[in-house]
C-alpha cells in the first residue's frame, strides 16, 4: 500500500523552529518528485517547497525562501522540512506530496500521492 505520512509538526512560537518528516512507504522515493504544501483556513493549498527526484533541485516558495530547507534521505526512504524563523502566516497543515518523475513541480495538480497532513501553529 503506497503510503506518505508526514510528522513533526506542532505549536511553536515566532522565532522558532520546526522540522517536518515525510516518511515513504509501499513505493521507493528515489524515483519521485517531492513537494512541501499547506492550506491554512480559508485559503487554497500553496506550494511551500520541492526537491527532484535525484539531483537535490530544490525549489522555494518566496515567503518561506531564506528560512525553510527541504532535504532528502533515500536510504531512508524520507525527505525533511526544516522550518526555522516560524512567522504565525506560517500557521497551515502542512502536506508532502510525490510524482513519479524527476522535476520539481510547484503544482499540486501534478502530484499523485499525497500525505495526511501535519498541523504547524505558529503562536505566541
Known amino acids: 500500500q503506497v503510503q506518505l505520512v508526514e510528522s513533526g509538526g506542532g505549536l511553536v512560537q515566532p522565532g522558532g523552529s520546526l522540522r517536518l518528516s515525510c516518511a515513504a512507504s509501499?513505493?521507493?522515493?528515489?524515483?519521485?518528485?517531492i513537494g512541501w504544501f499547506r492550506q491554512a483556513p480559508g485559503k487554497e493549498r500553496e506550494g511551500v517547497s520541492c526537491?527532484?527526484?535525484?539531483?537535490?533541485?530544490?525549489y522555494y516558495a518566496d515567503s518561506v525562501k531564506g528560512r525553510f530547507t527541504i532535504s532528502r534521505d533515500n536510504a531512508k526512504n524520507t525527505v525533511y522540512l526544516q522550518m526555522n524563523s516560524l512567522k504565525p502566516e506560517d500557521t497551515a497543515v502542512y502536506y508532502c506530496?510525490?510524482?513519479?518523475?524527476?522535476?520539481?513541480?510547484?503544482?499540486?495538480?501534478?502530484?499523485?500521492?499525497w500525505g495526511q497532513g501535519t498541523q504547524v501553529t505558529v503562536s505566541s
Open positions: 506530496a510525490a510524482q513519479p518523475g524527476y522535476y520539481p513541480y510547484n503544482d499540486p495538480k501534478v502530484y499523485d500521492y
Open positions: 509501499g513505493f521507493t522515493l528515489d524515483y519521485y518528485a
Open positions: 526537491i527532484s527526484s535525484s539531483d537535490g533541485v530544490t
